[in-house]
């Protein structure tokens, strides 16, 4: 199995920065895709930022150019960068990472608890 723990979430103003760390671990699996997903209350869950193994990265358009995700394969560690937060970016942040037994096996998604980021004046 895949343990993922995130941490690093907060209460931040408008325009300040915040940075959320995620840290797999396992012995058993090899872990690829990993990523960060966000749920505000009353809404869907929905992709914020992923890395692949290889360091591609893809974001949601709403966080473009404000968040940066980054990973440290040797710590199976994924992380995110966010600048110039809004209150619109307020939610529960779950970091996810696609982990597989072997190279030819099939992927299967783990994903820790959450950590609540929270933005108001």
């Known amino acids: 199995q895949v343990q993922v723990v995130e941490s690093g979430g907060g209460l931040v103003q408008p325009g300040e920065s915040l940075r959320l760390s995620c840290a797999a671990s396992?012995?058993?699996?090899?872990?690829?895709?990993m990523g960060w997903y966000r749920q505000a209350p009353g809404k869907q869950r929905e992709l914020v930022a992923t890395?692949?193994?290889?360091?591609?990265?893809n974001y949601a358009d709403s966080v473009k150019g404000r968040f940066t995700i980054s990973r440290d394969n040797a710590k199976k560690s994924v992380y995110l960068q966010m600048n110039s937060l809004k209150p619109e970016d307020t939610a529960v942040y779950y970091c996810?990472?696609?982990?597989?037994?072997?190279?030819?096996?099939?992927?299967?998604?783990?994903w820790g608890q959450g950590t609540q980021v929270t933005v108001s004046s």
């Open positions: 396992t012995s058993t699996f090899i872990i690829y895709d």
């Open positions: 996810k990472a696609n982990g597989r037994r072997t190279p030819f096996t099939e992927g299967q998604d783990f």
């Open positions: 890395v692949t193994r290889g360091g591609n990265t």
